[in-house]
């Protein structure tokens, strides 16, 4: 007999570049969703969706299709409350809530200045406007302050810190999944980074689903189909910017540079 399809099926662009599509791919996966995938180039997005925008969770059983990144994980949190996509305890799952939505609708000038681009790597004179550092450094606020409160609640309720922004893994580490990516490519300043936001981030960097997900990665960028030229090299033409690409096999290391 053959094996019943999975209920929800992602649909968004190459997640090598899609902070968006990337966030609940990380959700997915994390939590060991059954799911397929349907990966389009940006310029065929509207042959895909209705409104022109991914990604999008089709859900067979329901026979719905659920947009914007963070409806569908709140979709997917209800949907399964046992395995716990938000803090179980009230205080933490507020503050995760209120991380992610910072995220989800915030900090447009590092959006508009530096492109999701998991591969690429700038060095050199990279440019950094001064509301694009601005933010940088109020991000690296929210994963300091995240940890610092989690510690301390998480201490006294006796229970287990696994070193994500709330704890255990939740929605809020996925949605900042794509913007550490920036931090890597893009060489943004570390300076006002804590101890617990660098411990964060080495958090993220190691894991092994985020090891796996970045392999696969590198293995799109093999298909040149995956390509988005727009996203690549952005400084052109800038003799004092050098662009390539990271190896697979990279590590993060503590740095404040």
């Known amino acids: 007999m053959a094996a019943q399809e999975p209920d929800y099926r992602l649909i968004g662009t190459y997640t090598r570049y899609s902070s968006w599509t990337a966030r609940v791919e990380a959700v997915l996966e994390y939590f060991h969703i059954p799911h397929t995938s349907q990966f389009v180039k940006l310029s065929d997005v509207k042959h895909v969706s209705p409104t022109g925008f991914v990604p999008i969770l ?26 716990r996509l938000w803090p179980a305890d009230r ?10 939505a910072q995220m989800h609708s915030g ?5 508009g200045t530096f492109g999701t681009n998991f591969l690429a790597r700038y060095t050199g004179n990279i440019p950094i406007p001064d509301n694009a550092k601005r933010e940088v450094e109020r991000i690296l606020a929210i994963w300091d302050e995240a940890r610092k409160q989690t510690k301390e609640r ?48 080495g958090t993220m ?32 033409g800038r003799d004092d910017v050098q662009y390539g690409h990271f190896p697979e096999d990279w590590k993060f290391e503590v740095s404040r540079k």
């Open 91 to 100: 205080q933490l799952r507020a503050l995760a809530r209120s991380a992610a």
């Open 154 to 201: 998480l201490a006294a309720l006796g229970q287990v810190d696994d070193g994500f922004l709330f704890g255990g893994f939740s929605i809020a580490d996925a949605f900042f999944w794509p913007v550490l990516w920036r931090f890597r490519t893009y060489n943004l300043p570390l300076e006002t980074a804590s101890d617990d936001a660098l411990a964060w981030m």
């Open 58 to 83: 089709e859900c067979r059983s329901m026979s719905i299709s659920i947009g914007d990144s963070l409806a569908i994980c709140e979709f997917l949190a209800e949907s399964h409350p046992e395995l």
């Open 205 to 236: 960097w190691n894991d092994p689903v985020f090891r796996g997900l970045g392999q696969r990665y590198f293995q799109q960028a093999q298909d040149p189909e995956t390509r988005i030229e727009h996203y690549d090299d952005i400084f052109r």
């Open 107 to 111: 900090f447009s000038a590092v959006r």
